[in-house]
């Protein structure tokens, strides 16, 4: 009998979503304005947290991300995460809590015209820095969907 000392190779593992989203407030945070939005944070991120195909999401010690700074910019706030793929990111999005959330966006937040919201894929494990959103956002910006960074609109294969 021969035996052989070469493992099998397994296949790569396949990447996963990240995605970023920013928002410009329409006043503080500490405002009574906002006092729905920021009593729902931790209540959401939870359920975020709990659901099927999270992986990781960007908070500070305060355990969300409202006090990490995007752009330089103080009234804008940022939120991402990285999910196992698109449809377990979009069943988040749409249902329960999050999608109450979203149906009162404009109540809080600015409209803007230009793209708040990114997604790429990343090697499982990678935890996207504010950096990496940042080039991510300006790139849809400037080139419109692409593999390199895509908006749920528009979406592109899992490959990295």
């Given at each position: 009998?021969?035996t052989s000392s070469?493992?099998?190779?397994?296949?790569?593992?396949?990447?996963?979503?990240?995605?970023?989203?920013?928002?410009?407030?329409?006043?503080?945070?500490?405002?009574?304005?906002?006092?729905?939005?920021?009593?729902?944070l931790d209540p959401?991120?939870?359920?975020?947290?709990?659901?099927?195909?999270?992986?990781?999401?960007?908070?500070?010690?305060?355990?969300?991300?409202?006090?990490?700074?995007?752009?330089?910019?103080?009234?804008?706030?940022?939120?991402?995460?990285?999910?196992?793929?698109?449809?377990?990111?979009?069943?988040?999005?749409?249902?329960?809590?999050?999608?109450?959330?979203?149906?009162?966006?404009?109540?809080?937040?600015?409209?803007?015209?230009?793209?708040?919201?990114?997604?790429?894929?990343?090697?499982?494990?990678?935890?996207?820095?504010?950096?990496?959103?940042?080039?991510?956002?300006?790139?849809?910006?400037?080139?419109?969907?692409?593999?390199?960074?895509?908006?749920?609109?528009?979406?592109?294969?899992?490959?990295?």
């Open positions: 009998m021969v070469a493992a099998t190779p397994q296949p790569a593992p396949l990447p996963v979503l990240a995605q970023v989203n920013i928002a410009r407030l329409k006043a503080p945070l500490d405002s009574p304005e906002l006092k729905a939005f920021v009593d729902g959401v991120n939870a359920l975020a947290e709990a659901a099927d195909g999270f992986l990781w999401r960007l908070k500070s010690e305060g355990g969300d991300a409202t006090d990490i700074s995007i752009f330089g910019d103080e009234w804008l706030i940022v939120n991402m995460s990285v999910w196992r793929d698109v449809p377990a990111l979009t069943a988040f999005m749409y249902t329960g809590p999050h999608r109450e959330f979203l149906a009162r966006r404009r109540e809080w937040f600015e409209k803007v015209d230009e793209a708040m919201t990114a997604l790429w894929w990343v090697a499982p494990g990678h935890e996207p820095t504010v950096a990496e959103a940042e080039e991510r956002l300006l790139h849809l910006r400037e080139h419109g969907p692409a593999p390199h960074s895509f908006s749920l609109r528009t979406t592109f294969p899992a490959a990295l």
